[in-house]
């Protein structure tokens, strides 16, 4: 029971393609966007979409794999865990991030690779 503690399972899409950074000691860090989105009906009956985004990042030989094989627009099944971490911009404006550190990941469909 403790993998429950912090743990995220996300389905959504790619909103952009991932970007790749390589820090010191060749340590790589991957990031990008995930939609997800919901549906409900409003107090008229009117189904309403709700589109969330999500903050992804991934390290190491994932970011990789990220690299290669994820696309914008691609489904998939991600699982990993919340994170938050702040930072002070150049204008001296704390600034709050969230963001779900990926550990694993299922491609359901990828544009770019439709027969």
Known sequence: ???????????????MEP???ELSQ?????????ATTDSYKDQLGAKVLDTQWHNIVVW???A???KKY???????AIEGKLTNRNYTDKDGVKKYITEIVMKDV???QDP????
């Open 1 to 15: 029971m403790n993998n429950l503690r912090n743990s995220v399972r996300l389905i959504g899409r790619l909103g």
């Open 19 to 21: 970007e790749v950074k």
């Open 26 to 34: 060749g340590k790589k860090v991957a990031k990008f966007s995930l």
């Open 60 to 62: 190491g030989p994932s």
């Open 64 to 66: 990789d794999f990220v």
């Open 70 to 76: 994820l696309h914008k627009g691609a489904e998939v």
């Open 106 to 108: 299922l491609i359901i």
């Open 112 to 115: 770019k690779n439709q027969n």
